[in-house]
Structure formats: C-alpha cells, structure tokens
C-alpha cells in the first residue's frame, strides 16, 4: 500500500513536533507501506517571511516573495528527513524543484500543471521515504507557489500521479465535525463525508481542508483522511458520495458571521450592468459569497448580494461608481449578518429539508434576510446576533438523536 | 565597469540593513555599473538553523543540513531584490541551482566546480541586478554549501567567471588593519595589501575575509575590496604583490591567544610516524597549526607543533596513542601560549626583519618558545600573558611613524 501523508503547519510547529510527525511516518512504513510526506512550513513561519518581506515594502513582488515563501516548506522538510533518519529510516528531503513539482508560469496561487513523478518513483524504489516540501513548485526554473492550503493541493496531486491508496492530510483537529464543537457541545466527529460535503462545508467555514485539494481529490479519485497528528483517533474519511456507508439528509451545519448585504433595488435589465458589477469586485479582490437576483417588473430585477463585513464600504464605492452604467434606483447596505448553512449529500432527494430549516428559524423569531440554496446545501442569511442560537437549534434539529433522519432509509 | 557586491551576514542582518544594503547597490548602478549581489544568510540565521536541526539530531545528514542551511541565503537574496525593486531598481533573486554554480558531490563544504555564466549574462543583458545567494551550490540536483566563509568564495568565483572587474567584499569592519586596533589603538587601515598578505593575515585571526575566497582571487587575479556596509569610508584594495603602489617591510602584526605547544622529544628518525600522527590528529578535526622540527642526534629528532588550547587533551590522547609507533622518549604539552606574527610582502629582500623582531621581545623579556618563518612572515610563539605587550611593542617598532621602514626605498 502506498500513502501520500501531508502534515500542516502545526503539526510540524517544533522540533518536538517533527519528532512526533517522525513517529507517525515510521509507524506506517512499519505496516510494509510505502510512503510519502509532504510538509508544510514550521507554524507561523510563512506568515513571518511575508511580514519580513512587508517590513521592507508593503507591495514585495511575487516572484520574490515566492522565493521568500518557499524557503519555509525546505526547512521543515529537511527537519522531517533528520528526524526519520534519526530513526533509521532512510529519508531524502525535496524542494519542489527537486520533486519535478511543475505549475502554470504564475507566482502567488499557481496551479500544479504536471508532477514528473519519475524522480520520486526512484526514492521510493531506493526505498527510501521523500520528504517533499507542499505550497511550492517551478515553472520554467521559476520558483512557484500554490497559494494558501497549497500543501493540501501538493499532498493531492502527488498522491494522484503517484496513484497513492489513500492521501493522509493531518492537522491539529481530529477530523470534520457536524458543526464547530466550540459552539455546540454536541457537535460530532464525522467518520465519512463525500468530496461535495466537504467542499460545502470548507467553503463555508469549517476550514479544515483547503476546496482547491478537495476538488483535486474528487476529480482524481483520491481518498482522503483528515486527522490529527496530535492523537491517535481516527480521523474523517472523505471519499465519493456513491461509496459512503451510510448517507444523512444533513452532514453538518456551517456557519461565518461578519457578513454584509448590498441590495440593489431596480436594476434596468437591458443595460446588463451587472457582469460589469461583479467584475470590478473580483477586480479589487472583494469575495462575492451569496448572490440572489429577483424580478420585481418586466424591466427591473433586484440584485442583492453578500460580501464580508470589511468589504461593504469597498463594494458599496465600486458599485455606486457604477450607477450610471447599471441603472438602479436605490443602493442598501445592511451590516452585521450571519450566514448558517445546512450541509448534506441526502437533500438531493428530500426537498422538505428546506422548509424543515426555514421553520426552525421560525420558531426562534429569526429574520431571514436571504437564502441560497444548491443540491447538497441550504444558507441563510441572518442577522448576526442569533448566529449562535441558530446553529444550536438547526444542529439539534438535524443532527441529534432521535430527531436525526437517515435519507431514504 | 562590472562589479560583483557581496555583504555578509551583519551587512543584512535585519530589514533595515537590507535597505541600507540596497541604498549602496544603487549608487554602484547609478555610475553605469553592471552589478552582480551576491549574499549572506542574515545575522545568525545559519547558526540558528543548524541549532534547530541539532535540537532533533545531534549528529543530523550532510545533505539535509545542507538543504536546510541553504535556505537562509534564499531568504536574504529575495528580500534584497524586493529592496532593490522598491527603489525602480530591476533586480531577480537567483538561488545556487538557478544561478547556475555548480559543485563537487559534496555536502558542508563543497569546492565550486563551475558556473554556468549564460543565466547570469542573461539576466544582466536584460538590464537587472541578479541577486545571487552565496555559499551555495549544486551536484547533481542535490543542493550543496560551501563550508564556512563560503559566500566570499561564491563572490569570487562570480566574478572570476563574470570577468568583473571588480570584486568588493561588504562586512561590518571598515578594511583591514595593521593589527586589532581594539588592542592597538594606533593601529591603522591599510589602503593596500597583497593576496599573500592577507592570506597570512586572515589564517593569523584578522578573520575579514575567507582564506579560501583570498586564494581564489589570487589564482584568477580577482581584485578584491574589503569595506563597511555601515559606512561610506573607502576600504582596503587586496590585489596582486606586484601591482602595489607602495611597499612596506611590515604590513601587520596578527595575534592569537590560547595556543599549546605539544612537542615530541627523541623521536626515532627511522620509523616515519610523525605522518601518522598528523593524519590522526586531522581526522580528528585537530587543526595543527605551526610545526618546529629539528635534529638532536643522528637518529633522533625533536618535533614539536602548536594546537589551539581547548584541542590539547585530545592531541595527547592521539599522540600517546601512538607512542609505539612513534618511539619518542619524552611528550611535553604547554599551555597558555600566544601566537605573534608580523607579516609583510617586503620581508623577503629584508633579513633583518625577524631579528628585530626577536630583539623588540627580548628588549621586554618576553621568552620565545617557538619560530615558525615564511617568506612573508615571522610567528612567535610566546607566553600569552605577554601577548599584549609584544603586539603594542612590535605594532611600535614595525608601523608607528619613524620607526617605519619602507622596503628597497
């Protein structure tokens, strides 16, 4: 069996760290496995390089900055290889040059375009354990890297070309929970997600595992286990929403507060403004989460959307720089938001669940101000102050006991 | 004009320095100057790498504390291209694989074998300042360091390779002096020395510049320049014996404390083991410093060689070891030597140098255990309790004013 195992920035925090990550390689080669490791950066270390870099100019280039970056992952590979050495595994430490890691020519958040994994086949017949460095890659003697959660996309990708069995990604959480355990005691380790659950619930929140790796590991058909390098638990295992054992109409509950919604009252049809709207948000780099459009007349829509609380006077300047061009009557900004959402493969074919959700809020006198709904999920947009009660009561409803309902069962 | 700029480690030791670093660059590219940086790692970081590799593995891989080491001149080199960047100054961080210097397969201290000058002529031709991280390599595709002192040896080698004409050596001292003026306060700055002087100099504790990187500069004719990055003072210009504007008898005076002197007495001429000894005790990492040997009888001789203090136990140890090999009558280690050298290119057509030497400590009774002489030196070994006083006299006799001796003038 071979496995691709990545281990994140806290999991290697510290040399004690690297000694317990050391512990946990050697336990699987012991299981005659063949594996592979991928590293992230020691703890802060990356966000440290960036501030040193800012200290100098606050707009570093990203050629050098990724150069900057990419020293992070090397240090704690090459501390990784030593501490398996220490143990008498052989191990060989690799930068993503090295590792023929190759990515589109674009630094900050390139893609990796192929992986020559002749390099690593030969480690591994020298029986040896790689250590490659995550978050990092060449492109045309350039050094590259992937972006934030770039490990977890590396972790993937090398166990897709390596046709790992399984891609191990350990954190310093247990696995995916129904909903945050910090905010409700009840909330579950779940033993099985699918792929699109997990996206879901990652996008949403739960930020485990970064959507990019996880998009990776549903179109290359890799399984995954997140778990942590700091117990011996089993961890979450994410595969195919087809192989799961047992499907739930809702896996989990999600939940971001900090949420503003700009409405956009008479918008004129014909001026097709909006394309020009969410282009010059994506421009200035402001995230545009939920988007609801209504017909109010033949001619008019309204166009309400949701952009993160430190956005809303950014978006409200770009869109009021618009007005000519898309023809609106009125501008509302609305501040003070929360998002919860309802996550689960099982939806698909229980339409009631929507209602279920609407009412439990219902119950609890809660406004909703939107709602956005995909096969596998149900957001609502609340006001911020009943975020808490909401999730507590939405968990309960469909998560606890004897309230839970299996889907089609 | 070509130059290759190389600042240590305290010349980028923080963000600030870097700037300052930059700030010097751009006055080299503003006189028309073709500019080629090459760096240190900042401050302690190498230390501190090589401390956090230890605090998992005392005794760590070559190899993987070379890929870990490596890193930290990776990070200087960006952050002086960013530097360099803020100030509209194209500039393109190069790593030792991108910049094309290649090694012998060796790893901690690697010779440079050659460099592939067409990335760094490209970069130039393209108008930017490649800034290029020392004291490393690669053999292989493996990445490798130089040893000790080997971003000096990097520079020299660029700019042997590059054809500069110039090559300047940035650190926190101004030049190099007549001796330490932290015990001498008439000590002076030398505008000029020659490649051997400096050689004796620097292997004699002026530790400016590395023996290894002087070596080079020698045998490619590379004009060297040591200077300050944290002054505008011009610095001492290191350059070929003969091409000397001005030479003078004695050109400085180096010291060194805690010396022993270990002597064999009555060694058995017949059975060659005195190269058995200095093979043990050179791969035991014991540097033996100055050898003395000289005939008692027909059969015997006495040989004796001076080590730094904390090596002593261990050369004992070796030497009686290999007393039946050798067949020596006596062993005597003394401690609490002094090395005192007076070095200068015009020694050579000036035979009266060394006894004025040895009147100058006689005058102060200061006893000479040990002579060791070059063409372009005269060592002492004294009792370092008198270290002190012999350098203010010889630094006296030698540099001061009417003293001074200008060699076949």
Same mark, same amino acid.
């Given at each position: 069996?071979?496995?691709?195992?990545?281990?994140?920035?806290?999991?290697?925090?510290?040399?004690?760290? &690297?000694?317990?990550?050391?512990?946990?390689?050697?336990?699987?080669?012991?299981?005659?496995?063949?594996?592979?490791?991928?590293?992230?950066?020691?703890?802060?270390?990356?966000?440290?390089?960036?501030?040193?870099?800012?200290?100098?100019?606050?707009?570093?280039?990203?050629?050098?900055?990724?150069?900057?970056?990419?020293?992070?992952?090397?240090?704690?590979?090459?501390?990784?290889?030593?501490?398996?050495?220490?143990?008498?595994?052989?191990?060989?430490?690799?930068?993503?040059?090295?590792?023929?890691?190759?990515?589109?020519?674009?630094?900050?958040?390139?893609?990796?375009?192929?992986?020559?994994?002749?390099?690593?086949?030969?480690?591994?017949?020298?029986?040896?354990?790689?250590?490659?460095?995550?978050?990092?890659?060449?492109?045309?003697?350039?050094?590259?890297?992937?972006?934030?959660?770039?490990?977890?996309?590396?972790?993937?990708?090398?166990?897709?070309?390596?046709?790992?069995?399984?891609?191990?990604?350990?954190?310093?959480?247990?696995?995916?929970?129904?909903?945050?355990?910090?905010?409700?005691?009840?909330?579950?380790?779940?033993?099985?997600?699918?792929?699109?659950?997990?996206?879901?619930?990652?996008?949403?929140?739960?930020?485990?595992?970064?959507?990019?790796?996880?998009?990776?590991?549903?179109?290359?058909?890799?399984?995954?286990?997140?778990?942590?390098?700091?117990?011996?638990?089993?961890?979450?295992?994410?595969?195919?929403?087809?192989?799961?054992?047992?499907?739930?109409?809702?896996?989990?509950?999600?939940?971001?507060?900090?949420?503003?919604?700009?409405?956009?009252?008479?918008?004129?049809?014909?001026?097709?403004?909006?394309?020009?709207?969410?282009?010059?948000?994506?421009?200035?780099?402001?995230?545009?989460?939920?988007?609801?459009?209504?017909?109010?007349?033949?001619?008019?829509?309204?166009?309400?959307?949701?952009?993160?609380?430190?956005?809303?006077?950014?978006?409200?300047?770009?869109?009021?720089?618009?007005?000519?061009?898309?023809?609106?009557?009125?501008?509302?900004?609305?501040?003070?938001?929360?998002?919860?959402?309802?996550?689960?493969?099982?939806?698909?074919?229980?339409?009631?669940?929507?209602?279920?959700?609407?009412?439990?809020?219902?119950?609890?006198?809660?406004? &909703?101000?939107?709602?956005?709904?995909?096969?596998?999920?149900?957001?609502?947009?609340?006001?911020?102050?009943?975020?808490?009660?909401?999730?507590?009561?939405?968990?309960?409803?469909?998560?606890?006991?004897?309230?839970?309902?299996?889907?089609?069962?």
């Amino acid at each position: 069996m071979r496995i691709v195992q990545k281990f994140g920035g806290t999991s290697v925090g510290s040399p004690e760290r &690297i000694e317990a990550v050391a512990d946990i390689v050697r336990k699987a080669t012991e299981l005659c496995h063949e594996v592979v490791v991928v590293v992230s950066a020691m703890g802060d270390t990356t966000d440290e390089l960036i501030a040193l870099a800012h200290q100098i100019d606050p707009r570093p280039s990203a050629r050098e900055l990724d150069a900057l970056m990419a020293t992070g992952e090397q240090v704690s590979a090459a501390l990784v290889a030593i501490a398996l050495q220490k143990r008498a595994i052989k191990a060989r430490s690799l930068t993503g040059w090295q590792a023929g890691v190759a990515t589109e020519p674009v630094h900050g958040a390139a893609r990796v375009s192929s992986i020559a994994a002749e390099k690593l086949e030969q480690v591994l017949a020298d029986g040896e354990v790689p250590v490659v460095t995550g978050f990092q890659g060449i492109a045309g003697g350039e050094i590259t890297t992937l972006g934030r959660g770039g490990s977890d996309t590396s972790a993937v990708a090398l166990a897709a070309v390596l046709k790992a069995d399984l891609c191990e990604i350990y954190t310093d959480v247990t696995g995916v929970f129904t909903t945050d355990p910090r905010l409700v005691a009840a909330a579950r380790k779940l033993p099985q997600v699918s792929y699109d659950e997990m996206l879901e619930l990652a996008n949403l929140g739960a930020q485990v595992l970064h959507p990019r790796a996880v998009e990776n590991a549903k179109q290359f058909g890799v399984p995954l286990v997140v778990r942590s390098s700091f117990t011996d638990e089993e961890g979450t295992v994410i595969v195919d929403g087809n192989n799961l054992e047992q499907r739930h109409v809702v896996t989990g509950i999600a939940f971001e507060p900090e949420v503003a919604r700009v409405a956009l009252i008479g918008v004129a049809v014909q001026r097709h403004g909006l394309a020009a709207v969410f282009t010059a948000l994506a421009r200035a780099g402001v995230n545009v989460d939920v988007i609801v459009q209504s017909v109010v007349q033949s001619a008019e829509v309204d166009v309400s959307f949701t952009v993160k609380e430190e956005d809303a006077d950014l978006t409200l300047g770009i869109v009021r720089g618009l007005r000519d061009e898309l023809g609106y009557r009125d501008l509302v900004c609305e501040s003070g938001l929360a998002k919860v959402s309802i996550v689960g493969a099982g939806m698909i074919s229980n339409p009631g669940v929507a209602a279920q959700m609407f009412q439990a809020l219902a119950d609890l006198d809660i406004p &909703i101000r939107m709602v956005s709904t995909s096969e596998i999920k149900v957001s609502c947009i609340i006001p911020a102050a009943h975020m808490e009660a909401s999730v507590l009561r939405l968990h309960a409803e469909f998560l606890e006991s004897e309230a839970r309902v299996a889907a089609n069962s």
